[in-house]
């Protein structure tokens, strides 16, 4: 084979074969292919896209470019969910202890934030002592013995996309759906998960920014699931606005830790029972949609959610204390409210903007070897829909010192755009796809 003649074909708007696929990825892989010719290919892809069989074949040819865990010697079945990314996107550390608590085994791969958008791993972290870079066996052991284990991804998985997506990175083929498909389902098929829900958010706090090209990346990801044998689902969810109150890492902590004691926001539940409801079916532990809502409200009002998430924190080295004291965990010096100037109606939020000024405080990277603050972000109190006054609370501002959150405000009250006509909120979930 010729690397120039897969690049003619696909150019063309010819699809290659298995084959031609895994050839190219494991040339890419060891470096016979060089960065000039697999730069083309990405550009032909993405003027010319792939069809569902190509884009499965990619898929596993990079799953297969390095280690492909194998859980069943710990448990029959195992669950995982995936999301796009979104501002306040803290569902992981609800939702994996809610399902564990039912004696589905999580075992989750998870990674830190970059650009706009908070990683778990970084949340987790702004628990005192937590470890999330474990060694393979250390992480099995946990699977097996909490049933609930969230450590930072590792880099022998999948590393042919994680060279590749460097690649598209520099040479604007990142906006690639068959791409971006392929990237995130060759880490979820490597970490060995036998269900997958793909949470695939959509709006203006959210990559994907309108619902048209998250419904056409969820399909694309569910079918590569299921040709690669594995139960897949898909939720639609709307990034139209912050999910639930917190953005920043203590912060959505703490708000994950009172969903889990039973309370929180009303959002942040109903997002994690939905996403819970599809793991609940694709694992079969009941075919009826209500009993499956059912038995994850129960774990969220009997403790067991909760319970599980202790456990999972103390194994992994956390200070456990900050889980029964949730007051403990990092807590800014300056707490500032931001002001409307007007009244009005909320009509919109631009997520964005919100998760850019929480990196502005600290609270992300932009680079990856930059540091976090823990403690910085923003708490949300008026939403779409809402009345607000003139002189009424939209937000606070969690700083380090009053500087920094006077360099946010004005972008932070940029971000809000206000109707004098009542606006309805947007809709959590748009659909669900199988």
Known sequence: ???????????????LTREEIDWLIAGYSDGTIPDYQMSAWAMAVLLRGMDDRETADLTLAMAQSGDMLDLHDLAPITVDKHSTGGIGDKTTLVLGPMVAALGLPVAKMSGRGLGFSGGTIDKLESIPGFQA?????????????VGLAVVAQSGDLAPADKRLYALRDVTATVESMPLIAASVMSKKLAAGADCIVLDVKYGSGAFM???????????IMVKIGQLAGRRVAAVLSSMQQPLGQAVGNALEVREALAVLRGGGPSDLVELCLVLGNELVLLAGLTHEPDEARAM?????????????????????????????????????PVQQPLVASGTGYIAAIDGMALGLAVNALGGGRARKEDLIDPA??????????????AGGSLLTIHAADESAAARVA?????????????VAPPALVEAILR
Do not use: C
Request: glycine letters at 8%.
């Open 133 to 145: 870079t474990l060694d393979g066996a250390t992480f099995r052991r946990l699977v097996r013995e």
């Open 376 to 389: 910085v972000g923003l708490m949300i109190q008026a939403r779409v829909g809402d009345l607000v006054e």
């Open 410 to 422: 004005p972008a932070l009250l940029a971000a809000y755009r206000f109707s004098d006509q009542p």
């Open 209 to 219: 920014r309108t619902l048209g090209e998250a419904r056409h990346l969820a399909q």
């Open 1 to 15: 084979m010729r690397m120039v003649d897969l690049i003619a074909r696909k150019r063309d708007g010819l699809a």
């Open 296 to 332: 994850l409200q129960a774990t969220l009002t009997n403790g067991s959610a909760w319970a599980k998430f202790h456990a999972m924190v103390s194994h992994q080295g956390g200070d456990v204390r900050v889980i029964e004291q949730p007051d403990l965990l990092p807590v800014a």
